[in-house]
């Protein structure tokens, strides 16, 4: 009599496993079906695509050069900004060697002087670089 207990448990075991795989089945599915939803469109980057061309709202090559070009614009800015800092760093360390008489004023005053120099060429070369995508 246990052994067909035991048998008759495990019977339902199995049944209900199947009817719970079997429920599962329109879940799956509707889960791997494609998504028909329209995705939101991207705004196009103000000042056109590469040449100034403007970008229309289809124009998928057009927008990546738009996209390019601004990538382009920020890493231009981040890399002039990292010089800026870079002169900076460099005049206050030159200005600690002069104050502990390591450095005499001449060395000073010609850091400064190509110092200022550097920044001027930093910013036309930026502004060269952003006018060429222009």
């Known amino acids: 009599m246990k052994k067909q207990l035991q048998q008759l448990k495990q019977f339902?075991?199995?049944?209900?496993?199947?009817?719970a795989r079997a429920a599962l089945v329109p879940a799956v599915a509707l889960m791997?079906?494609?998504?028909m939803a329209g995705l939101p469109t991207m705004p196009t980057?103000?000042?056109?695509?590469?040449?100034?061309?403007?970008?229309?709202n289809d124009d998928w090559l057009g927008q990546m050069g738009a996209w390019f070009k601004a990538g382009i614009t920020i890493?231009?800015?981040?890399?002039?900004?990292?010089?800026?800092?870079?002169?900076?760093?460099g005049g206050l360390?030159?200005?600690?060697?002069?104050?502990?008489?390591r450095a005499e004023?001449?060395?000073?005053k010609e850091y400064f002087i190509l110092g200022a120099v550097f920044a001027v060429f930093l910013v036309v070369m930026v502004t060269y670089a952003m006018q060429v995508l222009e």
């Open 12 to 19: 339902q075991a199995r049944v209900s496993e199947k009817i």
């Open 32 to 35: 791997c079906s494609p998504v």
């Open 45 to 56: 980057p103000q000042g056109g695509g590469i040449g100034g061309a403007t970008v229309a």
């Open 75 to 89: 890493l231009a800015l981040v890399l002039a900004g990292l010089g800026f800092i870079y002169v900076v760093m």
């Open 93 to 101: 360390s030159k200005w600690r060697a002069y104050s502990q008489g």
């Open 105 to 108: 004023i001449a060395d000073l």
